[in-house]
């Protein structure tokens, strides 16, 4: 199978329900929030058919054009995908919301787990809980990353994570004019 000879629309097509995919998440009226592992998994099956149309369809002439070549090339993406989401640290992401409205939500989810749960920027720290997160914001894309950061309990994270998810329910939103 030559990955050189992949019709553009395989490398295109996958993108675009990508981007339909997040345009349908900003135009609802709550905020949706995924893992940062799903994000990174449904990112990667978006860019599948630009990177087999693209960089592995580069490499392949060099190692010839049987079926285990393109297998093993395809196999190798996989990986580094992979080690990508293994390395990552535990992230939630938020679409169609802004910071101004995340952040009084998590700020109470915080008081919920630990009341002595404090702020510095836009970092909150739970020290009864070993936790520590991160809130960055994706300029006018109404999308918002919340980031465990330091050393980071994986009970915790889940504890957090999960309160988090089922606080941001509540949350009503306008849909994003960029969706």
Same mark, same amino acid.
């Given at each position: ?8 629309? $395989? ?20 905020? $949706? ?53 293994? =390395? ?16 009084? %939500?998590?700020?109470?989810?915080? @008081? ?15 020290? =009864? ?19 465990? @950061? ?5 009970? @915790? ?13 509540? %949350? ?8």
């Amino acid at each position: 199978i030559a990955l050189t000879e992949v019709p553009l629309w $395989v490398a295109l097509l996958p993108v675009a329900a990508y981007l339909v995919a997040v345009g349908c998440l900003h135009l609802r009226r709550r905020p $949706v929030a995924l893992s940062g592992h799903v994000d990174v998994a449904l990112l990667t099956l978006g860019i599948a058919g630009m990177v087999i149309a693209g960089p592995l369809a580069l490499l392949q002439p060099g190692a010839g054009t049987s079926v285990w070549t393109t297998a093993v090339l395809l196999l190798g993406f996989a990986v580094v995908v992979a080690g990508a989401l293994l =390395a990552a640290r535990p992230r939630m992401v938020i679409y169609n919301v802004g910071l101004d409205q995340l952040r009084p %939500v998590v700020a109470s989810v915080a @008081a919920g787990l630990d009341p002595t749960a404090r702020w510095a920027g836009e970092t909150a720290a739970l020290p =009864a809980r070993g936790l520590q997160v991160h809130l960055d914001e994706r300029g006018p894309a109404r999308t918002v990353s919340v980031i465990a @950061a330091g050393r980071t309990s994986a009970e @915790a994270w889940a504890e957090f994570s999960r309160r988090l998810r089922r606080a941001i329910r509540t %949350v009503r939103v306008r849909p994003s004019p960029w969706a």
